[in-house]
């Protein structure tokens, strides 16, 4: 349902852009989220957007440095990293969900995860 592009290998200070659309209209209701993984450790919200594109969370680590942002025509959801540090290599994922959780059994529909390495 969810298809997310824009991971790469970067060097610390460098910036990326993910994105995520959706291929069903319905997602434009829900909340979307960010979220990532690493080997061995939960999945962690990063940062998540109402529908009518209010903010809804930035996680600590991230606030200041990434911003997430939605098209509704487009049923696009991005999110601009910027300043990546080497702690930010993770595999990163798109949620869809009725509502801002950090739980990820709180979302019906996920991406697929894409890779973001960032080299020191």
């Known amino acids: 349902q969810l298809q997310a592009s824009g991971g790469g290998l970067v060097q610390a200070g460098d910036s990326l852009r993910l994105s995520c659309t959706a291929s069903?209209?319905?997602?434009?209701?829900?909340?979307l989220g960010w979220f990532r993984q690493t080997p061995g450790k939960e999945r962690e919200n990063l940062a998540a957007?109402?529908?009518?594109?209010?903010?809804?969370y930035y996680r600590d680590s991230v606030k200041g440095r990434f911003t997430i942002s939605r098209d509704n025509a487009k049923n696009t959801v991005y999110l601009q990293m910027n300043s990546l540090k080497p702690e930010d290599t993770a595999v990163y994922y798109c949620?869809?969900?009725?509502?801002?959780?950090?739980?990820?059994?709180?979302?019906?529909?996920w991406g697929q995860g894409t890779q973001v390495t960032v080299s020191s």
């Open positions: 949620a869809a969900g009725p509502e801002r959780s950090g739980n990820p059994s709180r979302y019906d529909y």
């Open positions: 069903r209209r319905t997602v434009s209701m829900y909340y």
């Open positions: 957007i109402n529908w009518v594109g209010r903010i809804a």
